[in-house]
Each structure stands twice: as structure tokens, then as C-alpha cells.
């Protein structure tokens, strides 16, 4: 995270986005590496959380702003020679892996992720996605194809377990309470003494568990149980965090939370880190991802990097109340194929782009409760 985040950060306070702001705060500072500054942030953060989680939430303190100001204006001085270079992690040539009892079988695929990227693997259940995850993770021998991991000098199994972290949909159920398994994760990556402790404080606030951390596995919600197990493991400093269906066990709101989260927290300093997750979560996971690959019976039929090839028409989809009939006598002539699922419409054009075709509409008074360019969108094939 370089400097000019902090004037970021101050945009969000100024204009009330107290949630991210602290979030992000955590971040700039924890890149810095000095203990001092981090536990300050972790304690600053830990008022607000405790004043956010209240059942009678009281409006922000005075000194919180100005609290705020101080942390950035440290962290800013030492960030100024913080940075990190972006560096290949892991590229799959021609993978493939094939069931001898379900017959089910991933055809040959290519894929690569450097730091900070992040790589979406979309597609509907029982189509490989997980199969290519474990995969990539070292779990699943392949039948063919290769796979590279760039920094690790002798890439045996014990090392590519200690380089990837693999996050399952189905938690392993964990015993004791949560902050004791944090502390175990974090002594674990060699971590002791009053740094595991500033260290485990840090990704409670950072995650937002510090209420419940003497809570055991019983005590929370499955996207509770989802949001420690990705604590437990960033206490570890994997290189490469491989996430399947992550978003499956949490609330609409913390989809987008934790999946930003994780972008801020591959791209800092601290750890920089490549992601691959599988999801079925189309749009909030194109949001973030750098690719996204659609997989389709075990087949690759699409990826984001090479869309100007294989993309060779517009695609939108909406919802009206307005008919079929109306729809088609308004685009009239005009090159369009339109699609009804029941819910929306879809419509196809090589000759108009998403503006044309919602500015015909609009233009025309047709009511529009929902519209989406699904142009690039691996919407499309679903």
C-alpha cells in the first residue's frame, strides 16, 4: 500500500465511511511493521468496534477523527519507503485430472497468479471447480499438465503446504476458543511471545471478531466460523490463499466486506499474497477478480483474459414490466436476439453497445427496475 492511501482513508472519514476507514487504517498501518503503531491502530479500532457492536450505538467520539489523523500522519511517514514488487506465484500448463469411479474428468487448463492478483473460478456445482482448486493447492495428483510454483526453490509437498493455504467450503470443525486457536495459528508460523499476542489482536479487529473471541465452534454462525478460519490462516502468512466458496456462508453485506477485504490485504506490504476462490457469486466476485475463468463440465469455456477473442457481441440483461412485443417493436430492424428466463430479459447486439441499447429504452419510457452490461460477464454462459 504506498503513501497516497492515507488521503484515501481521510476521504472515508470525512465522509462518514467510519467502517472501511478503520479497516483500511488497520492495513496501512500494519504494513508498516512497527509494533508501536499497530497495537495503537489495534485499540483505536477496538473503540470503535466495541461503540459499532453496542446494542445502544452512540454517535462517533470527538477524538476519534483526530485519533485517525494521528495514526495516518505516523504511518505515512514510515510508509514512504515501504513498497513491494509484484512477482509470479503459481502457472498451470495443461492440467487435467480424471475420476476412474465417477468418470468425471477436468480437461487440460491453463492458469497463473501473481501477488496481488486475484483469480475468480465461477460455474455451477459438480463441474470441477473444486476438483482445479485442489489441484492448484497440491491436494489432487494430476494426470497430466504441470504446475509451477515460482518461489519455492525445492516445491515438495511439505513446502507447497506451508506456501498455499487451502480453505475448504466445510470448515474442519476446530475445539476450544477462538482466540486460543489463534494464538496456536500464529505460534505455529513462528510467531511468539508479545507479537503473536499484537498479532492476534490485530486480525480480531481486522475481521471484526473481538466479541467474540472466548466464544467456541458452537457459540458462532457458520459465516462467523467462515470469517475465523480465514484469521486462522492469514496469521500464517500463506503466499497463495486458495478459498472454496467462500461467500456460501455469509450474509449479502459481508460478501462485498470480505472479499475487499482480502484484495486490500494481498496487495499490502505485510504479506503480499496471490487468491484463487471459487464461487457462484458471479457479480461480486467480478468485481474483484483480476480473471475469471468459467468452467462447464470440467472445460474452461471462457476466461477474462482473453475475452476481446472470443467476445464478439454486446449482452445486457434487465427487468421491466413491459412485454416481449413492445421490446422487439422498439429495436424494430435492428440486429438483436432477445431472451426471457422468466425473470429478466437478455438481449444480444452486434450492432448496439450496452448504452444504445438502455438509452433506446429509456428514451422510449420503458420502465427499468433492474439493468446489468453482462457483455463481459461470465453470466452469459450460465
Same mark, same amino acid.
Given at each position: 500500500?504506498?503513501?497516497?492511501?492515507?488521503?484515501?482513508?481521510?476521504?472515508?472519514?470525512?465522509?462518514?465511511?467510519?467502517?472501511?476507514?478503520?479497516?483500511?487504517?488497520?492495513?496501512?498501518?500494519?504494513?508498516?511493521?512497527?509494533?508501536?503503531?499497530?497495537?495503537?491502530?489495534?485499540?483505536?479500532?477496538?473503540?470503535?468496534?466495541?461503540?459499532?457492536?453496542?446494542?445502544?450505538?452512540?454517535?462517533?467520539?470527538? =477524538?476519534?477523527?483526530?485519533?485517525?489523523?494521528?495514526?495516518?500522519?505516523?504511518?505515512?511517514?514510515?510508509?514512504?519507503?515501504?513498497?513491494?514488487?509484484?512477482?509470479?506465484?503459481?502457472?498451470?500448463?495443461?492440467?487435467?485430472?480424471?475420476?476412474?469411479?465417477?468418470?468425471?474428468?477436468?480437461?487440460?487448463?491453463?492458469?497463473?497468479?501473481?501477488?496481488?492478483?486475484?483469480?475468480?473460478?465461477?460455474? +455451477?456445482?459438480?463441474?470441477?471447480?473444486?476438483?482445479?482448486?485442489?489441484?492448484?493447492?497440491?491436494?489432487? %495428483?494430476?494426470?497430466?499438465?504441470?504446475?509451477?510454483?515460482?518461489?519455492?526453490?525445492?516445491?515438495?509437498?511439505?513446502?507447497?503446504?506451508?506456501?498455499?493455504?487451502?480453505?475448504?467450503?466445510?470448515?474442519?470443525?476446530?475445539?476450544?476458543?477462538?482466540?486460543? =486457536?489463534?494464538?496456536?495459528?500464529?505460534?505455529?508460523?513462528?510467531?511468539?511471545?508479545?507479537?503473536?499476542?499484537?498479532?492476534?489482536?490485530?486480525?480480531?479487529?481486522?475481521?471484526?471478531?473481538?466479541?467474540?473471541?472466548?466464544?467456541?465452534?458452537?457459540?458462532?454462525?457458520?459465516?462467523?466460523?467462515?470469517?475465523?478460519?480465514? %484469521?486462522?490462516?492469514?496469521?500464517?502468512?500463506?503466499?497463495?490463499?486458495?478459498?472454496?466458496?467462500?461467500?456460501?456462508?455469509?450474509?449479502?453485506?459481508?460478501?462485498?466486506?470480505?472479499?475487499?477485504?482480502?484484495?486490500?490485504?494481498?496487495?499490502?506490504?505485510?504479506?503480499?499474497?496471490?487468491?484463487?476462490?471459487?464461487?457462484?457469486?458471479?457479480?461480486?466476485? +467480478?468485481?474483484?477478480?483480476?480473471?475469471?475463468?468459467?468452467?462447464?463440465?470440467?472445460?474452461?469455456?471462457?476466461?477474462?483474459?482473453?475475452?476481446?477473442?472470443?467476445?464478439?457481441?454486446?449482452?445486457?440483461?434487465?427487468?421491466?414490466?413491459?412485454?416481449?412485443?413492445?421490446?422487439?417493436?422498439?429495436?424494430?430492424?435492428?440486429?438483436?436476439?432477445?431472451?426471457?428466463?422468466?425473470?429478466?430479459?437478455?438481449?444480444?447486439?452486434?450492432?448496439?453497445?450496452?448504452? +444504445?441499447?438502455?438509452?433506446?429504452?429509456?428514451?422510449?419510457?420503458?420502465?427499468?427496475?433492474?439493468?446489468?452490461?453482462?457483455?463481459?460477464?461470465?453470466?452469459?454462459?450460465?
Amino acid at each position: 500500500m504506498n503513501p497516497s492511501a492515507a488521503g484515501e482513508i481521510g476521504d472515508y472519514l470525512k465522509h462518514g465511511d467510519y467502517s472501511v476507514a478503520v479497516r483500511r487504517t488497520l492495513d496501512y498501518c500494519l504494513d508498516t511493521g512497527d509494533d508501536a503503531l499497530i497495537e495503537n491502530a489495534v485499540n483505536w479500532s477496538r473503540e470503535y468496534h466495541v461503540n459499532e457492536n453496542s446494542k445502544s450505538a452512540k454517535p462517533i467520539p470527538d =477524538n476519534f477523527i483526530s485519533e485517525a489523523e494521528s495514526i495516518l500522519q505516523q504511518a505515512s511517514k514510515i510508509q514512504s519507503g515501504i513498497s513491494y514488487q509484484t512477482k509470479p506465484l503459481i502457472s498451470a500448463e495443461k492440467i487435467s485430472k480424471t475420476y476412474s469411479g465417477g468418470g468425471f474428468s477436468l480437461k487440460p487448463i491453463n492458469v497463473s497468479v501473481n501477488t496481488g492478483n486475484v483469480l475468480g473460478v465461477v460455474g +455451477e456445482n459438480g463441474n470441477g471447480k473444486t476438483t482445479l482448486l485442489r489441484c492448484l493447492a497440491g491436494q489432487l %495428483a494430476l494426470d497430466n499438465g504441470e504446475i509451477k510454483y515460482h518461489l519455492l526453490q525445492k516445491p515438495d509437498a511439505y513446502a507447497v503446504k506451508n506456501h498455499i493455504a487451502f480453505i475448504p467450503q466445510r470448515i474442519p470443525k476446530w475445539y476450544g476458543l477462538l482466540k486460543d =486457536n489463534l494464538h496456536f495459528s500464529a505460534s505455529i508460523a513462528g510467531v511468539y511471545g508479545e507479537k503473536n499476542n499484537l498479532m492476534v489482536n490485530f486480525m480480531l479487529e481486522r475481521l471484526n471478531l473481538s466479541s467474540y473471541a472466548h466464544l467456541t465452534w458452537n457459540q458462532i454462525s457458520s459465516g462467523y466460523r467462515t470469517r475465523f478460519e480465514i %484469521a486462522r490462516i492469514l496469521l500464517q502468512k500463506p503466499r497463495l490463499l486458495i478459498l472454496d466458496e467462500p461467500l456460501a456462508n455469509l450474509d449479502i453485506n459481508a460478501q462485498q466486506t470480505i472479499l475487499t477485504d482480502l484484495i486490500f490485504m494481498a496487495k499490502g506490504a505485510h504479506n503480499p499474497m496471490g487468491i484463487i476462490l471459487s464461487s457462484q457469486q458471479l457479480h461480486e466476485v +467480478e468485481k474483484v477478480a483480476d480473471t475469471v475463468i468459467f468452467i462447464k463440465q470440467g472445460n474452461c469455456l471462457y476466461s477474462s483474459n482473453d475475452r476481446a477473442e472470443k467476445i464478439t457481441s454486446n449482452a445486457v440483461e434487465f427487468e421491466t414490466a413491459a412485454g416481449r412485443e413492445s421490446i422487439i417493436e422498439l429495436f424494430g430492424a435492428e440486429n438483436i436476439e432477445l431472451q426471457f428466463n422468466g425473470g429478466f430479459y437478455t438481449i444480444i447486439s452486434t450492432a448496439l453497445s450496452a448504452q +444504445e441499447i438502455i438509452g433506446k429504452m429509456i428514451a422510449a419510457q420503458i420502465a427499468i427496475t433492474y439493468f446489468r452490461d453482462i457483455t463481459y460477464s461470465t453470466k452469459r454462459f450460465f
